[in-house]
């Protein structure tokens, strides 16, 4: 049984994927870049109006001023002309200024007239020119290094590829993650249950749970307490990059999945590690793809995915994205911690004062659910971490 720091260092040691691929931009939400995102343009890639109004030389911006409009520049359709002395074009938000311009005067601070000759303006309020003109290139400049290869892009960071004309991006192939339950009690959920047997819940949380990571799954399904039928189930999954076992993990006559993955000839990596719950929590290695398997009771499962398959799919990814954490004051009192680090489930909170409360739930029993309906924190013990009273503080990690 080896310590959760060891155990991380060993996943940390994985080969990252070095394939890549095209995707379309609107497919890149979560999705790590295997190139960087360069500015094909320069954004924008003119002096553009701020305002609706009407461009001018600020030579003549002032005062009681009056200027002849020789023209307007819509959005998209820039005024081919150069204005000079005593001129103005018309401009909107967006709007090329034209060459010979230098200020934009707001529509409400001129009265327009229309005359026999053509429109006017008189300037109505006092001018600080030159104002209301974005220069080119001030957001990012052509060939600028917009975002780094390898960073997962988030949905805000799409925009920016779309600005840059980027209409497909070029990111990491996804791990392909194979999810495979275990036990002849496991029924599909609105099955109706014999006696002894119990629904499979966990893959229905790890599934959403890689794909949020960065991970393609793929479900084996439940195979019954039989080897061949279990080889038959991991046998199938040729392009899989990594197995994720639930279950079928201890050392009972009815456990068979290690001596099978043995038998493929998976080498271990680890086969246990000193946390609760989830000291079962296995890895192994073969050509080419790994296996961590995870215990079959739903709380050990969940809590295990989050602190070891998170970032074993996210190192298969090339990224380092670490655990966020934080300090809150205990709403209840914790016993003295054993030989084992623990993760205990609760819920965060926030005093009158702004403070941040967490609350442990009631029971910590592995094999519940009901407390992760609230749950949003692990409490992290460490080994042999002593007894906690309320208002004390912990370090938790946090789960949403």
Known sequence: MISRTDAMQRIQAVTPLTASEIVPLEDGVGRVLSAPIIAGHSQPPDRMSAMDGYAVRSSDAALGRTLTVIGEAAAGHPFAGTIGAGESVRVFTGSVIPAGADHVIIQEDVARAQTTIGATIEIIDAQAPPRHIRAAGIDFAKDDVLIAAGERLSPRQLSI????????????????????????????????????????????????????????????????????????????????????????????????????????????????????????TWMSKGEGRLVLGLPGNPASALVCAHLFLKPLVQRLLGISDPTAQRMAKLTAPLSANGRRESYLRGRFSRSEDGEVLVTPADNQDSSLLSPFITADALIHREIDAPALAPGDRANCVILD
Request: charged share 20%.
């Open 161 to 280: 590829c779309a600005a840059a004309n980027h209409a497909s991006l070029n990111v990491v192939r996804q791990p392909v993650v194979a999810l495979l339950a275990n036990g002849d009690e496991l029924k599909r959920p609105g099955s109706d249950l014999e006696p002894g047997e119990i629904i499979a819940s966990n893959e229905y949380s790890l599934a959403a749970l890689i794909a949020a990571w960065g991970g393609r799954v793929i479900n084996l399904g439940i195979a019954p307490d039989d080897p061949e039928a279990i080889r038959a189930r991991i046998e199938s999954a040729t392009d899989a990059d990594l197995f994720v076992p639930v279950g079928g993990a201890s050392v009972g006559d009815h456990d068979h999945m290690k001596t099978v993955f043995a038998a493929l000839g998976f080498a271990p990596i680890f086969s246990k590690i000193a946390v609760r719950p989830g000291k079962p």
